[in-house]
């Protein structure tokens, strides 16, 4: 297990886990959020492919009602 | 037409999506108030209860305008707007940088440094700012696409109580100028119009009212009139027409 | 972008079909709008406006009171040289006038400056014939380094100069500056500047801008009366001064009405613009640009100006002398001819006694 800073709250996940891999763990739609990791965006064709290491910081960002 | 960028607008209310009581409303909004350019938020996943995306209730004809509220500086406002560009929001970007958690007044000099990095970018900017004139000629030259000084206080619903500062704005301005935050009543909208305002931003009051779609409604047909208003040039009353003691009397007219 | 592009917009304008079409009611509501737009502006000067002039007047005296309460700035102009190489028609320094020409050396300068500041007032105008040669810019800077030592407000009206040149004069401690366009009408211009440096129209035209870009807090621009058409010229010269402030928020705009007397040479003015019409287009640029300055000169007689002042005049020079060394001794023949010849006691006692405050010192930098 490693640990990353996910929207700012600690979480543990499996070793060599993806971005796409997390997105599936907490069960969100894809399509609508934007991902981030130690301040990069993740496009999400790399999303697959980006493995995260311990003390990554993700932040996941979705859209919602605003002036 | 209303300009921004490089898109055409025929409808000059634009909305936004916060404090909806239900989402569905919005999009009845929409259809009956006509407006095309609607705001919309970024926030972190509540991972523990993930709620709607607000994409889902806004229909695909309309012009996405994200904004940057929760950005404190130009660092996090630039963030952000790259965000909602990843997101596919598109290039349009509401610039709104607030630290002042009191009143909620607008971070003016952070709001130019965002604007010239953003334009620089490709980013169509609008900057919401507090009403000030150097301010605007410096976003101007920063290459915002528009201003958006605020009528008031934010969710104040107080009207135009910048009026006088307002005016003046839309007098030396060279791109568009955007009435947003404060205007409550679609009376209020139409006095912007009326002072030449090109368009104006309209969500508390529309979104808290018991019926969103008729009060946008209200606001569309406000904003119509004042703008038709101010075409028309109405006149004033004269105030010059009596005078006590000529002033010309020397010239021996 | 420059004020060109402005004036491009104009140039085949049909001022008589506006003016041909433009009612009472039209100019009683320009008259009457908070802020007035460039058609507005034009339709006070249309001839029928001087039925309303009265009414506009009465605002004009409303707002100036309201922007600069009752007070009038007072200056006073110190006539360095008169050695100019171009060749225009209705001036007195012209290189074709056989006058005697003199240049003050910095001695003299000073002579000057000290008769000067003797009365109190802390502006100063410091005027050349337009001769790069006689008058070069180290000259320039250090006529301005005298003066400095006893005003604090140095505005120039010296030939047209690059952004650099006018950069170093800043430096120097000049605050303003002043330029007139003479004439808008391109062809006019280019009729009555026969040679010289001074026949380059565009290089003028955008003099004002550049010194703005240099840092010049004060500019004062005008065109003068009799060359070109009045309204036409008057409508451009508003226009000018809108551009100007507009652009550079930064600096205060001043407007001048000369008009041409018989200077030396025997030049026929163009048009005349007579008293009523002068009126007319000083309130006019009064409700176009409720922030300007309006200046008001010598050329004009003593009543005439105290009657401006009741309405919207904002500056004043006062007992000014209009030839090189004119305030200790006088030798040479004079720019033009000086209409209020009352001292500058004299003119500040009557402003009083009209309840308005003479300002000497408007302005010190830090």
Redesign the interface.
């Known amino acids: 297990m490693i640990k990353i800073k996910l929207n700012n709250k600690d979480k543990d996940i499996e070793e060599n886990s993806s971005i796409s891999a997390l997105i599936e763990l907490l069960e969100l739609n894809p399509h609508s959020i934007v991902t981030e990791v130690n301040l990069n965006i993740i496009q999400k064709d790399k999303r697959e492919d980006y493995i995260l290491n311990d003390g990554d910081k993700v932040e996941i960002i979705t859209f919602l009602g605003g002036g | 037409m209303l300009k921004i960028g490089d898109k055409e607008f025929s409808s000059r209310l634009l909305s936004g999506t916060g404090k909806f009581r239900d989402k569905n409303d919005i999009k009845k909004m929409l259809e009956k108030s006509g407006s095309q350019i609607i705001t919309i938020a970024l926030r972190r996943v509540n991972l523990e209860n993930p709620q709607d995306n607000v994409l889902n209730y806004i229909p695909k004809h309309i012009t996405l305008l994200p904004n940057t509220s929760g950005a404190r500086n130009a660092d996090e406002a630039v963030r952000i707007a790259n965000i909602a560009r990843e997101a596919g929001c598109g290039d349009f970007i509401k610039i709104e940088v607030i630290h002042d958690a009191k009143y909620l007044m607008p971070d003016n000099e952070e709001t130019i440094k965002a604007t010239k990095i953003l334009a620089k970018d490709g980013f169509t900017v609008l900057p919401y700012i507090m009403p000030d004139i150097v301010t605007c000629k410096k976003l101007e030259d920063a290459g915002a696409s528009v201003v958006m000084p605020l009528g008031s206080p934010i969710g104040s619903n107080a009207g135009l109580q910048t009026k006088s500062i307002l005016e003046m704005i839309i007098e030396n301005s060279n791109i568009p100028v955007i009435v947003d935050a404060g205007i409550g009543l679609p009376s209020q909208a139409a006095n912007a119009m009326e002072i030449g305002a090109d368009a104006v931003l309209i969500n508390t009051a529309i979104a808290t009212s018991s019926n969103p779609a008729l009060a946008g409604e209200a606001f569309s047909l406000a904003v119509r009139a004042g703008r038709i208003a101010y075409l028309s040039k109405l006149q004033k009353q004269s105030q010059y027409a009596n005078a006590s003691s000529p002033l010309t009397g020397f010239l021996n007219l | 972008m420059s004020f060109l592009n402005v004036l491009r917009e104009y140039e085949d304008f049909d001022f008589d079909g506006y003016f041909k079409n433009v009612t009472d009611e039209m100019i ?2 320009s ?5 007035l737009n460039k058609f507005d502006f034009l339709n006070l000067l249309c001839v029928k406006a ?1 039925n309303h ?7 004009a ?2 707002i100036t009171v309201a922007n600069f309460g009752y007070t009038i700035n007072l200056y006073l102009p110190i006539y360095v040289s008169n050695y100019c190489s171009s060749d225009c028609l209705y001036c007195g320094f012209s290189k074709k006038n056989k006058i005697h020409r003199k240049k003050l050396s910095l001695e003299e300068v000073e002579i000057e400056a000290k008769e000067i500041a003797k009365t109190g007032i802390k502006s100063i105008l410091f005027l050349t014939g337009e001769s790069r040669k006689v008058t070069p810019l180290e000259y320039l800077c250090d006529v301005t380094k005298i003066l400095k030592k006893h005003f604090s407000f140095v505005a120039i009206e010296v030939f047209p100069m690059s952004q650099e040149d006018y950069e170093i004069l800043f430096k120097a401690g000049v605050d303003g500056l002043t330029v007139y366009q003479e004439v808008y009408d391109k062809k006019i211009y280019k009729s009555v500047h026969v040679s010289g440096e001074k026949s380059n129209f565009e290089y003028r035209l955008d003099t004002p801008e550049r010194g703005a870009k240099a840092g010049f807090r004060s500019l004062n621009i005008g065109t003068l009366f009799g060359l070109g058409d009045i309204s036409q010229e008057a409508f451009f010269s508003g226009l000018h001064a809108r551009y100007l402030s ?1 652009k550079y ?1 930064e600096c205060e705009l001043g407007l001048s009405l000369p008009r041409i007397n018989d200077a030396e040479g025997d030049f026929k003015p163009n048009t005349i613009l007579d ?2 019409t002068f ?1 007319q287009i000083m309130c006019a640029y009064r409700l176009f640009l409720p922030r300007a300055d309006i200046n008001i000169s010598t050329r004009e007689d003593a ?2 100006r105290d ?1 401006l002042l ?2 919207c005049a904002t500056k004043f020079s006062a007992g000014s002398k209009t030839e090189v060394g004119g305030y200790t001794k006088a030798k040479t023949e004079p720019q033009f001819e000086i209409s209020d010849k009352r001292d500058s006691e004299e003119v500040i006692h009557r402003i009083q006694n009209l309840g308005y405050e003479p300002v000497y010192k408007n302005w010190e930098s830090i």
């Open positions: 009683i509501s008259i009457n709008k908070k802020v001087k002039i009265e009414i506009m007047a009465q605002k005296h409303e507009d928020l008293d009523v009126v009543n005439f009657n009741g309405i």
